[in-house]
T-cell receptor, first 116, second 112 residues
Framework: DGGITQSPKYLFRKEGQNVTLSCEQN?????MYWYRQDPGQGLRLIYY???????QKGDIAEGYSVSREKKESFPLTVTSAQKNPTAFYLC???????????????FGPGTRLTVT | DAKTTQPNSMESNEEEPVHLPCNHS???????IHWYRQLPSQGPEYVIH???SNVNNRMASLAIAEDRKSSTLILHRATLRDAAVYYC?????????????FGQGTILTVHP
């Protein structure tokens, strides 16, 4: 089955530690995205990538870093510089954002990160 | 970006139709109207989208006002599995990336 995999589902870390969240897709999509969701709120864009070896900051990139070495993978690192890292993190993918044709975003199941 | 306004919550009974409204009075001519929904503890999923004409798919219907300042997502027969947060989102096709700006959405409760 095609889809997006995020692991782990739940992650616990101590304050001051960096942590990397995994996102893998087998949909052959060029574009991938990371969103953050806080309780009772909508999603906010952290980083996005339209193509391998390229990525751009979203609305709340501070304290986060990403890489896009393979088309299928877009890992997110939450660094110790992120002031409030506890949140629900969602990865998504879509066909290239450069097209004029509509494309929907497919979301993974999310990783719930708790930092204490 | 043009903004959308949705009620915080709505309730419905199972098997009945549900009309979820969305106001977008500052919509521009190139903004598409999208709906996504998010089931509890899951990622959002695409529901439907449209530009000017009403749209139907297997999940729902989208009714767009003639002046495009509002739209309504219609679930024809609500089931318990339709209980979710529904997001109405405006986005311009052909922008350099597919950013989706999520508001707080409408929490739909479906009663058996």
């Amino acid at each position: 089955d095609g889809g997006i995999t995020q692991s782990p589902k739940y992650l616990f870390r101590k304050e001051g530690q960096n942590v990397t969240l995994s996102c893998e897709q087998n949909l052959n999509h060029d574009a991938m995205y990371w969103y953050r969701q806080d309780p009772g709120q909508g999603l906010r864009l952290i980083y996005y990538s339209q193509i391998v070896n390229d990525f751009q900051k979203g609305d709340i990139a501070e304290g986060y870093s990403v890489s896009r070495e393979k088309k299928e993978s877009f890992p997110l690192t939450v660094t110790s510089a992120q002031k409030n890292p506890t949140a629900f993190y969602l990865c998504a993918s879509s066909t290239s954002g450069l097209s004029l044709v509509y494309y929907e975003q497919y979301f993974g199941p999310g990783t719930r990160l708790t930092v204490t | 970006d043009a903004k959308t306004t949705q009620p915080n919550s709505m309730e419905s009974n199972e098997e009945e139709p549900v009309h979820l409204p969305c106001n977008h009075s500052t919509i521009s001519g190139t903004d598409y109207i999208h709906w996504y929904r998010q089931l509890p503890s899951q990622g959002p999923e695409y529901v439907i989208h449209g530009l000017t004409s009403n749209v139907n798919n297997r999940m729902a219907s989208l009714a767009i006002a003639e002046d495009r300042k509002s739209s309504t997502l219609i679930l024809h027969r609500a089931t318990l599995r339709d209980a979710a947060v529904y997001y109405c989102i405006l986005r311009v096709i052909g922008t350099s990336y597919g950013k989706l700006t999520f508001g707080q959405g409408t929490i739909l409760t479906v009663h058996p």
